[in-house]
Nanobody, 121 residues
Framework: QVQLVESGGGLVQAGGSLRLSCAAS????????MGWFRQAPGKERQFVAS????????YYADSVKGRFTISRDNAPNTVYLQMDSLKPEDTAVYYC??????????????WGQGTQVTVSS
């Protein structure tokens, strides 16, 4: 099992940047594919990005491609989401997730508690 704690959310103006972090504790962080999801008010939770166990493969939702970058550091068990050129429509609660399966068809097994990102226009 793995426990996930996100940080780095906040309020930023449109066009600005934020970096989210997700610290993982528990066993074998490097055995999990990792991902980020987001949920805006009144909407379903949606996939944002994922990264493979070794970090060599990354996948993005079309809405964030070219603006967001996912990365991971298996020591010290952290996954990051660098968000640039932020737009008001990026406003959401962002969740970190871990999967025992593929980073390509990412199915979360564990979730963090979420961190709020608000982009003002």
């Amino acid at each position: 099992q793995v426990q996930l704690v996100e940080s780095g959310g906040g309020l930023v103006q449109a066009g600005g940047s934020l970096r989210l972090s997700c610290a993982a504790s528990g066993r074998s962080f490097s055995s999990y594919a990792m991902g980020w999801f987001r949920q805006a008010p009144g909407k379903e939770r949606q996939f944002v990005a994922s990264i493979s166990r070794g970090g060599g493969n990354t996948y993005y939702a079309d809405s964030v491609k070219g603006r967001f970058t996912i990365s991971r550091d298996n020591a010290p068990n952290t996954v990051y989401l660098q968000m640039d050129s932020l737009k008001p429509e990026d406003t959401a609660v962002y969740y970190c997730a871990a999967s025992t399966g593929s980073s390509y068809s990412f199915l979360p097994a564990y979730w963090g508690q979420g961190t709020q990102v608000t982009v003002s226009s």
